[in-house]
């Protein structure tokens, strides 16, 4: 645990040294005035919605890659990659949690399975299930774009994904919100019956007489029959 907390200490000191630069940065910008003209092309330049979705989330992916070398460089002792399995992976999200910011209730907590409690409570925070989840998504898939086999990844093992499955079970019953993808309702067969029959092409019905034109309507002699 060590190793751990020092490592978490550099990451605290490397995003205060960034702020710092970024202030820095800021200030610098600020009194400059020749360029603004060319930063507002760059900023009319800017790639579409898509495009930026997928820059964070390769950002994203590439973060969360580093820190997870840098886990495995501090383990105690240390770990490569190729000796990587699940239950490192496993040891590794659940050194995640002690950063969740998620309540997750206790079963003897009086606020266990309500979604919004009325008051606080000392259950412990944990890391969402939802950002478990795509976390290992992301190093999956670092891990095969970083030379990986995908039969040989740790992320997609057994036990990483019988462990996410615990947990969102478990945060599900806690906090009372489901997980489940909703599922569309079939309407009932009478009403299903109704609307197949409004979606049917109409078909051509056979021409009728009005009655009152068909109490008149002469019927022809049979043949051979004179009027």
Not at 23 to 41: E, K, Q, S, V
Not at 89 to 100: A, N, P, S, T
Not at 179 to 203: A, G, S, W
Request: hydrophobic share 25%; net charge positive.
């Amino acid at each position: 645990m060590d190793s751990i907390q020092d490592f978490m200490d550099s990451c605290n000191s490397d995003n205060s040294c960034s702020l710092t630069n970024s202030t820095i940065t800021t200030n610098n910008t600020n009194n400059i005035n020749h360029n603004n003209n060319n930063n507002a092309l760059i900023c009319s330049s800017s790639p579409s919605g898509s495009t930026a979705t997928s820059s964070r989330y390769e950002n994203q992916k590439r973060r969360d890659w580093n820190t997870f070398g840098q886990y495995l460089k501090n383990h105690r002792p240390p770990l490569s990659l190729s000796r990587c399995s699940g239950a490192h992976v496993l040891e590794f999200l659940r050194y995640l949690d002690q950063f969740g910011k998620t309540k997750v209730h206790t079963p003897i907590c009086p606020f266990y399975g309500h979604p919004n409690p009325p008051a606080p409570c000392p259950c412990p925070l944990r890391q969402a299930w939802g950002s478990l989840d795509a976390l290992i998504g992301r190093l999956r898939a670092a891990f095969e774009e970083n030379g990986g086999k995908p039969d040989t990844n740790p992320f997609g093992a057994r036990a990483v994904r019988l462990y996410l499955r615990e947990v969102r079970d478990l945060q599900s019953k806690a906090r009372g919100i489901s997980y489940e993808k909703k599922k569309r309702k079939r309407p009932p067969p009478q009403q299903q019956h109704q609307q197949q029959q409004q979606h049917q092409p109409l078909q051509q019905l056979p021409m009728q007489l009005p009655l009152h034109l068909c109490h008149h309507q002469h019927q022809l002699p049979p043949p051979g029959a004179t009027q």
